[in-house]
Nanobody, 121 residues
């Protein structure tokens, strides 16, 4: 079994900051790319940011310069530092990871259950 558990969401005022964390646990041989996606009410899920196992990052245009993704490979954890938050950043944020469970396996996409971020005064 593999689990991704997000934490760090909550209510924040416009202009504030939050740091999301997502820890992978269970039967894991290795983890490839990890990332964050979000889904706002009434909208489709969209990419926020991804990071490879070697640290290469990719961001949605809407969050470049505002959000920073990072990871701790020793802890199987990915982070999303969100600064200067705006009401339009309100969404459920989901963690994603490509996980290889054994040395004989291919990578499989896993998702967390999501953490709600609400930006409101």
């Amino acid at each position: 079994q593999v689990q991704l558990v997000e934490s760090g969401g909550g209510l924040v005022q416009p202009g504030g900051s939050l740091r999301l964390s997502c820890a992978a646990s269970g039967s894991i041989f290795s983890i490839g790319a990890m990332g964050w996606y979000r889904q706002a009410p009434g909208k489709q899920r969209e990419l926020v940011a991804t990071i490879t196992s070697s640290g290469s990052t990719n961001y949605a245009d809407s969050v470049k310069g505002q959000f920073t993704i990072s990871r701790d490979n020793a802890k199987n954890t990915v982070y999303l530092q969100m600064n200067s938050l705006k009401p339009e950043d309100t969404a459920v944020y989901y963690c994603n990871a490509q996980i290889v469970r054994t040395k004989w396996s291919y990578g499989t996409d896993y998702w967390g259950k999501g953490t709600l971020v609400t930006v409101s005064s």
